[in-house]
């Protein structure tokens, strides 16, 4: 991301700002700035009287801006970080007055995740004068699979479509989980290897041939001893297999491919486009859709919302997963 990488930059090059307001829907961005200003601004010796982490569920408005107003002991600046801050939204415009007038000597950080900040409120325009606002968005699934690709990159780390694929099916978008998994090639595998599903599977745990991608492409294939073989390996290992996520996944893809045949141009680049996913993925689309023609995709959306409850316990006396998984197949196939 482009406004992470300028504010990283401004920092290393020592143009701090009073006030960092992180807030948003993903977690990762915010943790990594705060980690990077938790580092890099003040030299190790100085951390000891001049840097702080306080948690907004232990604290209060007041106590932060007190925090704040210190001036700092043999250093230039201190560096007060309040992590946690989203448990201080109902007082968070009171920060308002220290937010007109911050303490120049002072680099508040200020992680509000999960939350957004009211634009109209006097706190936003506050912050927007006197410091930095930051809101980290959440990726939509298509776009995460292009950011494991920069991200793996930048370390020195191709990756095949298929594998980062793989790794958005089973870890979802979830930024700083999916790092995490990661960080765990970067340990055994040399830089310039290119990450295959093979790695995926050695490394991370999830199998390359047993998982909701290959389900979903085999039952848009049409394939029933594919798809029967992953069911039962589903079967065999439902903790790391989740009945719901495997529902939630085709419900996701049955209901693309019913708006798939709603398009009036079926161009790989205007599919993509609509349907916010990889380029690389549109053949899937097209080839379920010669499968499965509109008035079926509508039943088995209709169905998958009805095994999405019985997988929750509604109206279902406890069906084992093995049940629910070969009534699902039977219900799309």
Not at 226 to 252: E, R, W
Not at 317 to 326: F, G, P, R, V, Y
Request: glycine residues 4%.
């Amino acid at each position: 991301m482009e406004e992470v990488k300028q504010i990283v930059g401004d920092i290393r090059a020592g143009n701090t700002r009073p006030i960092y307001f992180l807030f948003g829907e993903e977690a990762y961005y915010i943790d990594r700035i705060t980690e990077f200003i938790e580092n890099n601004v003040l030299q190790e010796e100085e951390k000891g009287f001049n840097q702080m982490v306080l948690y907004g569920k232990d604290v209060t408005v007041d106590d932060i801006v007190g925090n704040a107003k210190r001036y700092p002991m043999m250093a230039e600046k201190q560096v007060v970080i309040v992590k946690e801050a989203q448990h201080l939204s109902r007082t968070i415009e009171s920060l308002t007055a220290y937010a007109d007038n911050p303490q120049p000597t002072t680099v508040l950080v200020i992680c509000y995740k999960y939350k957004k900040l009211d634009k109209r409120k006097k706190l936003y325009k506050a912050v927007q004068k006197n410091g930095l606002l930051f809101e980290s968005k959440k990726l939509y699934e298509n776009q995460v699979s292009d950011w494991i690709r920069k991200t793996l990159g930048s370390k020195g780390y191709p990756i095949s479509h298929k594998a980062s694929t793989l790794l958005v099916e089973y870890l979802g978008t979830d930024l700083s989980r999916i790092y995490k998994e990661l960080e765990k090639l970067f340990l055994v595998l040399p830089k310039d290897t290119e990450i295959m599903p093979d790695h995926i599977e050695t490394h991370i745990g999830i199998s390359k041939d047993y998982n909701n991608f290959e389900l979903k492409k085999a039952i848009g294939e049409r394939d029933v001893v594919k798809a029967t073989k992953i069911i039962t390996y589903f079967a065999q290992n439902p903790k790391d297999n989740p009945f719901v996520l495997t529902v939630t996944l085709l419900h996701s893809f049955f209901s693309q491919l019913l708006k798939y045949h709603g398009l009036n141009d079926h161009s790989p680049k205007s599919v993509a486009s609509a349907l916010r996913i990889n380029p690389y993925f549109v053949n899937e689309f097209q080839t379920a859709s010669r499968n499965y023609p509109m008035k079926k995709v509508s039943q088995i959306v209709s169905h998958l919302r009805e095994m999405d409850l019985k997988g929750k316990g509604v109206g279902a006396n406890a069906l084992k997963q093995a049940d629910l998984l070969k009534e699902l197949l039977v219900k799309i196939l």
